[in-house]
């Protein structure tokens, strides 16, 4: 499989697993890297039997609702779609930028995934830049950059991974994640990395206001449709530094806007109090989690052509009652006057005040409040992931923007 420019080439070998190897201007850059998808009653890649294989050529042009790069997407790239024995297909994509593969499976009822093997064998030895863990956590981990090799087994790193021959560059990262848990890598040898996923919760206990401990794991990471895709799984390779936060292989490999109105939708600057504990100076009143700052706030933010403001922690009376503001402000006063500022308002919650409270966001849009600030999700399981798509879902169903904070 070749890009559309003929840079990248991807050679599949289907033996004990289903193999492949990447080149890019003919030099060697992944070689005998493998992919195999673990259910509870099959492993999907073992011993593989080809039933079908189909070529084909996408090039088609897209407008993103919120232009983060580019406004228009070109999404142009070479398709191999490999049909299996077993009722699963295997789709590999190049591009000109990169390389990307998915499972999809055909199967009547739901499925237990137990693992999945993502392994990414380098041909020659890497620089490494990656976020060193213990923890399937809040990616707030300073990034480390160290030869591959030395990448420890009993740690992880959350994607994206930078990986740098000297010559060319390669990242791995993931997309179009849904109902499945987050993809992190951890050293396999000298020139290799696996993939890592949460397993399921079963039980959970308590953690203080604003989260719920994990105590009790399936062995399992994913349960699921049986008939569905699986996120892809890519590499953007470049020879060009400028290319990696360039690409746009996210946005190309993920499912299209499923928002009919999305006229709503206006992202924009944010000023907000928490960083510095909403102290001002220079004022003619007491600064902190009162009417008078939050004014002053409102102020800057329009002054400065600003369009929201955060009321982050401290706004509400408690953490875990998303309906009652701090006496100490007056919060329909405040949109009112942000109103006639131009200043929307967003509002800061703990995800477990919005978990056990979930018809909040159709009070918010009664309050006519902009948007909200959710934190401290601080996992990446199956369960969690989700947790952000219902959110999503829900928050524009009543138009409000959503900030995840603490966050994958």
């Not at 902190?288 to 800057?300: A, E, P």
Request: proline share 4%; charged share 25%; hydrophobic share 35%.
């Amino acid at each position: 499989l070749l890009s559309p420019d003929k840079r990248i080439k991807v050679s599949i070998d289907l033996k004990k697993k289903i193999v492949y190897s990447v080149t890019f201007n003919g030099d060697a850059l992944l070689t005998d890297s493998y992919l195999q998808l673990n259910l509870d009653k099959q492993k999907l890649g073992e011993n593989p039997q080809l039933v079908k294989k189909t070529f084909s050529t996408i090039n088609t042009t897209s407008r993103p609702v919120v232009p983060l790069k580019n406004s228009t997407v070109v999404n142009n790239y070479n398709l191999l779609r490999l049909d299996f024995k077993g009722s699963f297909s295997v789709e590999f994509r190049a591009y000109n930028d990169g390389i990307a593969y998915r499972f999809i499976t055909a199967k009547k009822d739901s499925v237990a995934v137990t693992g999945e093997d993502a392994h990414f064998n380098f041909s020659s030895p890497v620089e490494t830049s990656y976020q060193e863990t213990d923890s399937f956590a809040s990616y707030e981990i300073r990034y480390t950059r160290g030869d591959l090799k030395d990448m420890r087994k009993d740690r992880m790193s959350p994607t994206p991974v930078l990986y740098d021959n000297k010559k060319y560059k390669v990242l791995i990262s993931e997309a179009d994640l849904y109902d499945y848990p987050c993809l992190f890598v951890k050293g396999a040898g000298d020139k290799a990395v696996d993939a890592v996923f949460a397993k399921v919760p079963l039980k959970y206990g308590p953690n203080g206001d604003r989260s719920l401990k994990v105590e009790k794991e399936a062995d399992y990471i994913a349960k699921t449709n049986g008939t569905r895709s699986f996120p892809w799984r890519f590499l953007v390779i470049t020879d060009k530094d400028k290319q990696i936060p360039e690409n746009e292989m996210v946005y190309k490999l993920s499912t299209s806007n499923q928002l009919k109105d999305t006229q709503w939708i206006k992202p924009g600057q944010v000023t907000w109090e928490w960083w510095h504990n909403a102290y001002v100076y220079g004022v003619d009143f007491k600064s902190g989690y009162n009417q008078d700052t939050y004014k002053y706030y409102i102020d800057f933010a329009s002054k400065f052509g600003i369009p929201y403001i955060i009321m982050d922690e401290g706004w509400a009376k408690t953490t875990m009652n998303p309906f009652e503001p701090n006496p100490t402000i007056n919060l329909q006063e405040l949109i009112a006057y942000g109103k006639t500022k131009n200043v929307k308002i967003m509002l800061w919650f703990t995800w477990l005040a919005v978990e056990n409270n979930f018809n909040v966001f159709e009070t918010l849009e009664k309050w006519g409040i902009a948007g909200v600030k959710i934190d401290f999700m601080d996992r990446s399981d199956q369960w969690m992931v989700n947790y952000y798509t219902r959110v999503a879902k829900e928050a524009a169903k009543h138009h409000i923007l959503v900030d995840f904070h603490g966050a994958f």
